[in-house]
């Protein structure tokens, strides 16, 4: 496929908030590939120089500016002006290997079934797997007629979307900011009858940025779950999301601040409440057994290793 054409199918939107360094790295490898897709960059209001940088040293790749920070939801921002088909997505710190996107284009085309695909993803210069893969690549759900493992989540900083499947859904949550906010999307296409595959043959590179506060992650984690299931889940898995983010608050100490804003979130998640049908619930509950089985997650975790993002810019 020659590069023209691949440059009118498919395009990369990295997000990014306060890393000019690590996204200049990123930028040059993303410019490297021999694909040439369109670049957009989602600036989730930084105030160091990365806006400047990028528009000083990389003037083919498009900025959108948030004008605040927005979390994983700046990714709809950016995806708005995405004139492709498909929509790979990275953050400041992967970056997509030469010839994957080339792939993705191939396998979208292929299996019009298909609305994600999660690509391998390898950390460091050692490219060790990333744990999360390996729970992908023995998803229960089989492959079936589809080109890799069938999954019920992703990982939103590396992973293809159908644009067009990307906007049907929404695109990320600004309410949930980060945290597992991935979980809702993939309950929104598999409920639209798309499915989500796990890909080797696609890989994108993750050198962990430094900067991250594990303490408010785990905290964010928690009560996005719990709103997540209120939005999309029986009422019984949302009451024990619920008992299980409030537990995870209290042993962290944040209990009154953090469990308040949990429960005045309880009313707007009610108010858009849409239960998934019972076939994306057979699914989650196959995937949940078989990972519990092997210690992937325990029995009591609101985690879900069969899903969930690299790290989005906060």
Not at 27 to 41: C, D, G, N, Q, S
Not at 299 to 313: F, T, V, Y
């Amino acid at each position: 496929m020659e590069n023209k054409t691949l440059a009118r199918r498919i395009s990369v939107v990295v997000l990014t908030h306060n890393r000019a360094d690590e996204l200049s790295a990123t930028l040059t490898r993303l410019l490297a590939l021999p694909e040439r897709p369109p670049i957009y960059v989602a600036d989730n209001a930084s105030t160091d120089n990365t806006v400047a940088l990028v528009k000083t040293l990389f003037p083919t790749v498009r900025v959108i500016e948030c004008g605040e920070n927005l979390g994983a939801a700046g990714r709809n921002r950016a995806a708005a002006f995405v004139g492709t088909d498909y929509v790979a997505f990275c953050d400041d710190d992967t970056w997509w290997e030469p010839g994957s996107l080339e792939r993705a284009v191939q396998l979208l085309d292929a299996w019009p079934n298909v609305g994600v695909l999660s690509a391998r993803v390898v950390v460091g210069e050692n490219q060790a797997l990333d744990p999360t893969c390996a729970v992908m690549r023995a998803s229960p759900l089989g492959s079936n007629g589809l080109p890799g493992p069938a999954l019920i989540g992703y990982m939103a900083g590396a992973c293809v979307f159908r644009t067009s499947l990307f906007r049907e859904v929404g695109g990320y949550e600004p309410r949930l900011f980060v945290g597992g906010e991935e979980e809702l999307v993939a309950l929104d296409v598999l409920a639209a009858n798309r499915s989500i595959v796990y890909c080797e043959q696609l890989t994108v590179h993750h050198h962990p940025s430094p900067a991250r506060d594990s303490r408010l992650r785990r905290r964010t984690l928690a009560r996005n779950a719990a709103w997540i299931a209120w939005l999309r889940l029986p009422w019984l898995q949302a009451c024990r999301a619920t008992l299980r983010a409030l537990d995870m608050l209290a042993r962290e100490g944040n209990l009154m601040r953090d469990g308040a804003a949990l429960m005045r979130g309880l009313a707007w998640a009610l108010s858009h409440r849409r239960v998934v049908p019972v076939n994306v619930l057979h699914l989650r509950a196959r995937v949940h057994a078989a990972e519990r089985s092997i210690g992937a997650i325990p029995a009591d975790s609101h985690q879900k290793p069969s899903g969930g993002e690299i790290d989005a810019r906060t």
